[in-house]
């Protein structure tokens, strides 16, 4: 039969708080993972709108000088192969600075990103070190009143031990005397033959004699 | 006298030897009166044959029976006739009292050995008083060693 012992009862308290710690534990790391991999598409959204953003500045570069370029047609050739290299240089000069700017910006959203992330994860890190010392303190506290309980039950059960060993001995007592009585009167009452209690008797007479002086009380 | 009371050990006895008694004076004073045989009939005519007054023989043999001790006597079972001569003998010889007569009561309840009773003295002999005298707790804690 199953039994509700102290030490089950402390047992099943441990391994209750344990399961919920567990559970504490997979939810926060669930919701680290999650958190990493929004910021994680958020910042390669976001490159790659930079990207598109820098090949049409680079491309709108390229269309202008193009235009100014034809429209500079009354221009010398040589006036026109400058300023074509003028502008291409600018141009580059443009989309190379546009294109550091792109890589800042990447970097700086690396870096902000990291940084959320270890943000997240040092939060992390704290919540669940509380989390920890709150389950270890409950458990700490729940073994502290468990012991005490389970001592103050050993000790209320060995008083009722006690009490009982005296309830059975005033009992034992009270009856033993009458079970003795009945079986001495039972066996010796159909074992004596008749020679045998004649012989008691005379015994039972002379060693009075000897021992108490029958002539003197009879 | 002695060997007439050497053979009344019981009040049974002595009863029926006051009835032969009376049955003799009877015959003192009616000779055709026959006398009961009896076992103190003859004892009693060999008593009185040889006395002169043999009504004054009759009353004292009839006040030494009436005044013989009584003692009371409580055995386990139903004696015989012969263990009860040999009883009245033993205690008239070892209680130097001649002449005591017992009256015995059975109680099965005594289981062995005997109770005297004499002038309301009781001496208990019994088998039950011996084992009320055993220490039961002292046994019981020999083998009960949890109490």
């Known amino acids: ?218 | 006298m002695d060997s007439l009371t050497d053979h009344i050990h019981t009040i049974s006895d002595r009863v029926l030897c006051l009835q032969a008694i009376d049955a003799y004076e009877k015959k003192l004073f009616s000779p055709d009166f026959t006398v009961p045989e009896s076992e103190y009939a003859s004892l009693i005519e060999a008593f009185i044959s040889d006395k002169k007054e043999k009504e004054v023989a009759i009353k004292d043999l009839r006040t030494t029976l009436m005044t013989m001790p009584v003692l009371r006597l409580t055995l386990a079972f139903t004696p015989t006739k012969e263990f009860i001569a040999q009883l009245a003998t033993t205690l008239r010889n070892t209680a130097a009292k001649r002449n005591t007569v017992v009256e015995i009561t059975t109680d099965p309840s005594i289981v062995a050995g005997l109770q005297l009773s004499d002038s309301g003295k009781l001496i208990d002999l019994s088998l039950e008083k011996k084992v009320g005298q055993v220490d039961i707790g002292s046994v019981v804690k020999k083998y009960f060693h949890f109490v």
């Open chain 1, 1 to 218: 039969m199953f039994e509700l012992t102290p030490v089950l009862i402390y047992e099943t308290f441990i391994i209750v708080i344990a399961t919920a710690a567990i559970v504490a534990f997979s939810i926060f790391y669930f919701r680290l993972l999650k958190g990493y991999n929004k910021l994680r598409l958020d910042h390669e959204k976001l490159e790659k709108e930079l990207d598109e953003y820098g090949n049409v500045i680079a491309a709108s570069s390229k269309e202008h000088i193009q235009k100014l370029v034809a429209h500079s047609q009354e221009l010398s050739d040589e006036l026109k192969t400058q300023l074509a290299s003028l502008l291409e240089q600018q141009a580059q000069k443009e989309a190379g600075a546009y294109s550091d700017v792109v890589a800042k910006i990447g970097k700086e959203l690396s870096a902000e990103s990291k940084e959320q992330v270890q943000e997240f994860a040092i939060s992390l890190q704290k919540e669940v070190k509380e989390t920890e010392e709150e389950v270890s303190g409950k458990i700490s506290a729940l073994y502290d009143t468990t012991a005490t309980e389970v001592g103050k039950m050993h000790e209320d059960a060995q008083k009722e031990i006690e009490a009982m060993k005296a309830a059975v001995r005033t009992e034992l007592e009270k009856h033993i005397y009458e079970i003795v009585q009945d079986v001495v009167k039972q066996s010796t009452g159909k074992l004596l033959s008749q020679e045998d209690h004649e012989g008691i008797v005379l015994e039972a007479l002379q060693s009075s004699m000897q021992v108490h002086g029958l002539n003197q009380n009879v």
